[in-house]
């Protein structure tokens, strides 16, 4: 199985702060990223695929980088609406796996 | 739009059958597309389960296969999930979701609300 590890684990932030979440996979996984928001009691929503794809209506404040191992999501001027959980999830493998998750709180 | 919404029983004893449904509105799921399942226990990170292709081709997760069943239902327009042998460990929130292929590149969207099942006698 590719381990995906997210960091960090939670993190506290303030409305317009612009914040950083990083996944790295345990063997490369080229571009083969997706990014997950998740809110208490809510269906999960895709962010962003294929490691920099916006998923269409996703605010452009959004955006995800990397490839090979070390992937990121960044949001650039944090809204209220942001606050959640975030995950990664590979698919190089068809056996796909998930990060652990990153919180983001208000701060 | 596409929306999926999961049904079934919320409590399940050990060692019997945990059934769930996701009915699908807004896309015939013969059309294209796998439709699939993940779940969230309590604590717990997200679990890809498996998923079934709309020409009825399956891929399961390997921890799960000898137990799983994930099949299409054209008539009614949705898909099940049937997990064997239950155990605590199977406790979790499942979520249905239709799984999008794209030039070899997969993604889960959308996904449904989630529905809680407790294994527990």
Redesign the interface.
């Known amino acids: 199985d590719i381990q995906m590890t997210q960091s960090p684990s939670s993190l506290s932030a303030s409305v317009g702060d612009r914040v950083t979440i990083t996944c790295r996979a345990s063997q490369t996984i080229t ?2 990223l ?1 990014w ?1 928001q998740h809110k208490p ?6 962010l962003i ?2 490691a920099s794809t916006l ?1 269409s209506g996703v605010p452009s404040r959004f955006s995800g980088s990397g490839s090979g191992t070390d992937f990121t999501l960044t949001i650039s001027s944090l809204q209220p609406e942001d606050f959640a959980t975030y ?1 990664c ?1 590979q ?1 190089y493998l ?8 990153t919180r983001l709180e208000i701060k | 739009q596409v929306q999926l919404q999961e049904s079934g029983p919320g409590l399940v004893k050990p060692s019997e059958t945990l059934s769930l449904t996701c009915a699908v509105s807004g896309y015939s799921i013969t059309t294209a597309y796998y439709w699939g399942w993940i779940r969230q226990s309590p604590g717990m ?4 389960i498996g998923s079934v292709y709309h020409g009825g081709n399956t ?1 399961y ?2 921890s799960l296969r000898n137990r799983l069943t994930v099949s299409l239902d054209p008539s009614k327009n949705q898909f099940s999930l049937k997990l064997t042998s239950v155990t605590a460990a199977d406790t979790a929130v499942y ?1 249905c979701v239709r799984d999008v292929d794209s030039e070899h ?10 529905t809680l099942v407790v294994v527990s006698s």
Do not use: H
């Open positions: 571009r083969y997706n997950y009691g809510k269906a999960p929503k895709l695929y294929a998923q995950y999830q698919n068809s056996l796909y796996t998930f990060g652990q998750g | 990170g997200l679990e890809w891929n997760n390997p979520y590149f997969n993604w889960f969207d959308p996904w449904g609300q989630g």
